[in-house]
Nanobody
């Protein structure tokens, strides 16, 4: 069992930056590939990117490539999402998730543990 808690959300102007954190507790953090998803009102949960357990490999959705960077500090049991050049359409609740499988997936159903989410609002 892994418990996840996101933080760092807030209100930011378009073009601004924000860094989200996801603190993990429970089992060995480095055992779990991690991902970030987001969900805007009235829309389905959307894959942002994923990072392997050792932090070496990352995969991103096309819509955030070049603007968002996922990293992790396994010594601190923390996952990060650095966001730059934010746009109003990035407004959503952002979730971190952990998977028990090393299979690379963009589907939310592939992830077993979820945080409660943190709101990011980008004003125009």
């Amino acid at each position: 069992q892994v418990q996840l808690e996101e933080s760092g959300g807030g209100l930011v102007q378009a073009g601004g930056s924000l860094r989200l954190s996801c603190a993990a507790s429970g089992r060995t953090f480095s055992d779990y590939p991690m991902a970030w998803f987001r969900q805007a009102p009235g829309k389905e949960r959307e894959f942002i990117g994923r990072i392997s357990g050792n932090g070496v490999n990352t995969n991103y959705a096309n819509l955030v490539k070049g603007r968002f960077t996922i990293s992790r500090d396994n010594a601190k049991n923390t996952l990060y999402l650095q966001m730059i050049s934010l746009k109003p359409e990035d407004t959503a609740v952002y979730y971190c998730a952990a998977s028990r499988s090393t299979f690379i997936s963009t589907r939310s159903s592939a992830y077993n543990y979820w945080g409660q989410g943190t709101q990011v609002t980008v004003s125009s």
